[in-house]
């Protein structure tokens, strides 16, 4: 995990609150050991965070995007985070079946269907580009994983925007249908 240094400019000390992309929440940074000097002995009020949900909390923040507040030194190696799985043309369970019960027939396209895969192949948005949240079940569940991958606010509030933004981004919730789920 990266510690990662912020700094801001011009600054000795500074007591900044960076508000969040919510609106609602907000983060406490001090900025110290500052010195304001121009020249050679000038150096920026730094901040130091090793906490990687905070560090994406403020990289995501107006402050930061607009250069208030900059990244001044990456300590360690900085590793990805963890994304959801690609869903490929074909689920390995699937594949794994299929071989099973034809060993001796050559599947090279994949197109023999089982018994589960015209359900998968209902849901897909285009065939291998969609991302499977397996876990959703409910429409709390949905929201949380669409506000994890990015969707504002208003896509949160209505079916037909959860949809859209869906369609838009390849997600697919193989085991959560929203017609069964509307009012």
Do not use: W
Request: charged share 25%; proline share 5%.
């Amino acid at each position: 995990m990266a510690t990662k240094i912020y700094c801001v400019d011009g600054q000795r000390e500074a007591v900044i609150t960076v508000p969040l992309a919510n609106g609602r929440n907000a983060i406490r940074m001090e900025f110290t050991r500052g010195n304001s000097q121009r020249g050679a002995y000038y150096r920026p009020a730094t901040c130091v965070i090793a906490d990687r949900a905070k560090q994406a909390m403020i990289e995501s923040s107006a402050m930061f995007k607009t250069g208030f507040i900059r990244l001044y030194k990456t300590i360690g190696k900085e590793e990805p985070l963890p994304q959801p799985s690609k869903k490929s043309s074909a689920p390995a369970d699937n594949k794994k079946d299929n071989e099973e019960a034809a060993p001796d027939t050559a599947q090279a396209d994949n197109t023999a269907a089982g018994p589960g895969d015209e359900t998968q192949a209902n849901n897909a948005p285009d065939e291998g580009c969609g991302i499977t949240y397996a876990n959703v079940k409910t429409i709390e569940d949905a929201r949380l994983a669409l506000k994890a991958h990015g969707a504002k606010a208003a896509v949160l509030l209505s079916v037909t925007a959860m949809k859209n933004y869906m369609a838009r981004e390849g997600i697919v919730f193989p085991n959560f249908n929203f017609e069964e789920k509307e009012e």
